[in-house]
Structure formats: C-alpha cells, structure tokens
C-alpha cells in the first residue's frame, strides 16, 4: 500500500481542519443551545482584554487570575473579532506537535514513525476540545517545548533561556523544569560549543579552571569542593541568569503597571488557592469542610509531599530531559490541590515524548492504566454534574470519586516509571544520542 501522502503536512491539515471543525461547531452551539461550548475562562479572558483596551486593569474582571500579558495578547478579540483567541490558541496545538515532531527526529526516530506519536497530540479530541473552547494551556505547552527544542539545539541556547522565563512569567509552575535542566546542563556531557560567552563568564571559567587545579587532592572535603565547583559551570549560570532575567524584566514591566493587584492575582493567588467545586483533588473534601474555618497546616501538609516528589524526580532523571519534565508535571498535577482538565494539557503535550522508550504494551496493560485513568474522570465528572447542574448535595460522592482518581493517578506514574528504559539525551561527546531509531535516509547527527 503506498503512503507516500501520509507526511507530516498531511497529519497537521488534518488537525487545522479538525479544530477549524470545533470552531465552527462551538460558534453554533454557543448560539443555539443553552449548555455554551465556550469554556468561561474563555469569557474572563476576554472582558479582562476589554478593560486592557479602555487602559483599565485586567483585574477589574473579577476570577482573573493571569499575567496581564495574556490579556493584551487577547484584546484582537475586542479589536478584530471574539474568537480570535480561539484561533491562536489551536494554532500554538500545532505549534506543539511540530516541536513534538522535531524533537522526535533529533533521537533519531524516522520521520514515518514519528507520526504516530505526533497524531498523540494533533489529533488528540481532548487536546483540541480544551484549546477550541478556549483554554489557554496550549500556549504554554508551546513555551515549554520550545525551551526544551533550544535548548538541545544549542545554537539557541540564549533564546531558550529567555522563553523560560516567559514561561514562568505566563504560569509559575514551570519554574519546576530549572531542577531537571541545570542537571541536563552539565558541561561534561553538554558541553558549551557553540554557544558565545560574555567576557566576564570567559574570565570567570579562567578562575573555574584554576580552582579545579587546585582541588586535585584527594581529601573528602576537596572531593566536595571540587563538585561545587564544577556544578557552577558557566552554561548554568548563564542560563540562570539569562532566564532570571527574562522573568523579572517581564515581572517588574507588569508590576510597574499593576501594582500589588498584579503580584496578588498572578502569582500568590495561586499559593493559598482553594477551589472547592471544580476540583480533581483528593484535597477537595478537606478545602470544602474547612471553607469557613481554614487550616493553613493543611496546605503545608499537601505542599510537602507534592515538592518531596517533584524535586527528586527531577534530581533523578534530568539526564533523560523529557522524561524528568513528565514525571514531575505528573506528580505535581496529580498531588496538587487545585487539580481540573486543563491541568492535563502540562503533561499531555510530553507523553509523545516518553513513549518511545516505555516498555508498557497497548495490550493488555496500556488499555488497563488508560481506561482507569478515563474512569476515574468519568466518575468524578458524574457526581460533579449532580452537583452543579441537578443541586444534589454530592460532595462525599465526588471526595471518594477524586481518592479513587488519585489512586488510579499514582498506579499510572508507578508503572510509568518501572517500564521506563532510562535514555540520557546527550551522550559523552556532547552530542544528542539517537535512541528511538537511525533517522531518515541521509541524515546526518
């Protein structure tokens, strides 16, 4: 059978034509029905744009929760029309699976296979439905890959830095990805060719050396010393610095506008957050029992656990780049107190990713953790539909419907982890290790 028209620009018209589809469909149903396939995010989004428009703040739209900047991105809605935002946010899914597509042939996997795991994300109806509808977590999806593709590159070392920051400007949980990066940016394996130093990080690594001379004995504490000298290698300091940079330039730029209401909305909002309604969480009962009394040990108690994790992971796999950003993504979603759909979407956009080199088989036991994992939202979304929609008092129902989610959760990242064949990204030349394959015919590593 000849598939010589199954390519990569045939996959990604698929997906435009199928996000053109629910775009079109959303229109209707927003107009014709009285369930709104707009997502209300989507209707804060915009009236915050409005205001930017009248050079009012954002936050005079009650529930923004954001940067500013998203809400300047979005005033086309207010300037050209509505779904403007919609649009952008399906174009950053196929900005997404193009860099999941270049990522997958920077290991070495064929171009013809890649689809596969491409299709994952660009033909992924939960992906499309949460973009069309107008979430905005495909945009940073699009942050965090990008960052990840620069980085590997190395040429752009620079811009990945800067679009980390960005990142974590648009939504501070990324800043979890510095642990397993500055383990990735190890100038052993890494290397810094060819990236340019600034003189100052030149005369620096000048100094670096001629420490390290001195380190030579053998003694514990020189061993130690040495460690902490060559962890502060001049590509992670620039890269702490170059993406520092990027988020308080961008941080002060909004404060200097905003003020505290900026600071308190963006960022420590999300801290103290407690949702006790729209919320995967196995926290969810504890927050709604304690509404009128809270318990700030509570947060504690969750918090611990939940960076315990996170850091580890990180600290573990970080070599293996893709696999460390999951895994954590996984964990902090999954342990999190506020957990809704969208959070997905943080985790979603890695598994193509991790995939190639998981052991786990679709039959029988990738079917088993796939349907537990769709289970456990499926109940959780049965008792929240009583709830919101019939006013049926079910907050012990959805309490153990989001123990048996989380359960379901922590089985996933278990089995993940066990069948997982640990793949470093760079191997000892500096060079990225081809695993998943040997690329298409005539290319060169």
């Not at 300047?72 to 699976?97: E, H, Q, R």
């Not at 977590?137 to 960052?147: F, H, I, N, P, Q």
């Not at 130093?197 to 005369?203: A, D, G, I, V």
Request: charged share 15%; with cysteine; proline share 3%.
């Amino acid at each position: 059978m000849n598939s010589s028209w199954l390519t990569f620009n045939t996959l990604c018209f698929a997906a435009f034509l199928f996000r053109l589809i629910l775009l079109l469909y959303g229109e209707w149903q927003d107009a014709n029905l009285t369930v709104k396939y707009t997502d209300i995010d989507y209707v804060v989004f915009t009236d915050a744009a409005r205001y930017v428009t009248l050079d009012a703040s954002p936050y005079q739209r009650e529930t923004y929760r954001y940067t500013p900047l998203l809400a300047i991105i979005l005033t086309p809605n207010i300037y050209l029309f509505y779904a403007f935002g919609k649009c952008l946010f399906a174009a950053a899914d196929l900005v997404v699976g193009y860099l999941i597509h270049q990522i997958l042939l920077l290991r070495g996997m064929p171009s013809k296979r890649a689809l596969f795991f491409d299709a994952l994300w660009l033909l992924n109806p939960m992906v499309a439905n949460i973009s069309t509808r107008g979430n905005a977590e495909s945009l940073l999806g699009a942050m965090v890959l990008g960052t990840l593709y620069l980085l590997l590159t190395k040429r752009y070392f620079y811009y990945g830095a800067c679009l980390f920051g960005l990142a974590v400007h648009f939504k501070i949980y990324p800043i979890i990805y510095a642990v397993p990066l500055l383990v990735l940016l190890d100038e052993r394996t890494y290397g810094s060719d060819p990236i340019e130093w600034p003189q100052l990080m030149r005369s620096y690594q000048y100094y670096r050396f001629h420490l390290l001379d001195m380190l030579k004995g053998s003694g514990r504490v020189h061993r130690y010393l040495r460690e902490v000298v060559l962890f502060f290698s001049p590509v992670r300091i620039m890269f702490g610095a170059v993406s520092a940079a990027s988020f308080f330039l961008l941080t002060a730029l909004m404060y200097q506008k905003y003020g505290d209401e900026f600071m308190e909305h963006t960022y420590l909002y999300h801290v103290t957050r407690e949702d006790h309604r729209h919320n995967f969480s196995v926290w969810f009962y504890q927050m709604y029992l304690g509404m009128e009394n809270k318990n700030h040990w509570m947060g504690l108690v969750a918090f611990i656990p939940q960076m315990t994790l996170v850091l580890v992971t990180g600290i573990v796999f970080g070599k293996d780049i893709f696999f460390a950003c999951f895994i954590q993504t996984f964990v902090f979603v999954t342990f999190n107190k506020v957990c809704t759909s969208q959070y997905f979407m943080w985790y979603i956009c890695l598994l193509p990713l991790i995939l190639p080199s998981s052991k786990i088989t679709l039959f029988w036991r990738g079917i088993s953790l796939i349907l537990a994992w769709v289970a456990g939202q499926a109940l959780w979304l049965n008792y929240g539909y009583q709830l919101e929609f019939l006013g049926q008092n079910t907050f012990l129902q959805l309490w153990i419907a989001g123990i048996l989610f989380f359960i379901a959760n922590c089985w996933v990242v278990v089995e993940l982890i066990l069948n997982h064949k640990y793949e470093r990204v760079y191997g000892t030349t500096g060079k990225i290790r081809w695993v998943w394959g040997m690329g298409d015919p005539g290319t060169k590593r």
